[in-house]
């Protein structure tokens, strides 16, 4: 096998607009966000800390970083899940968000598994 495949972290998101948390008169727009990540590998890794760019209709861009995901440290086999549902607040109707997760296999290696950007978006702004 090779390394590559050893080290194997698959990324899906599901983002929403929630439109009861957010207040369009005073530029704020709430967006939860459902994110899968799946070990595809062939190596047990845990994921131990984020880095997330979120990016406005504005360009202007906020950079989080932090210790796992909502609370969480999550150790994933091979073929494992983990899910999780965070949020995020906009001034703006439509952003973006990306980022990577570091990870470590039980093998003592880090890694990064790179999370695509999305679109945060209020449901008919965007064609």
């Known amino acids: 096998m090779t390394e590559n495949k050893k080290y194997a972290i698959a ?4 983002p929403e607009f929630i439109p009861d948390q ?7 727009y709430v967006f939860a966000y459902t994110i899968t990540i799946q070990n595809m590998g062939s190596i047990a890794a845990q994921l131990v800390s984020r880095h997330w760019i979120i990016t ?11 210790l796992g995901v909502v609370g969480q440290q999550p150790l994933l086999k091979p073929g494992e899940r983990f899910q999780y549902t965070s949020g995020c607040a906009l ?3 439509v952003g973006t968000m990306r980022g990577n997760y570091q990870m470590v296999a039980e093998d003592g290696t880090h ?5 695509p950007e999305f679109t ?8």
């Open 120 to 127: 945060l978006a209020v449901p008919r702004v965007l064609h």
């Open 111 to 115: 890694f990064e598994a790179t999370i």
């Open 22 to 28: 957010s207040n369009p008169e005073n530029n704020h």
């Open 11 to 14: 990324i899906s998101t599901a």
């Open 91 to 93: 001034p703006t109707p």
């Open 56 to 66: 406005d209709a504005k360009d202007e861009t906020q950079e989080v970083r932090g």
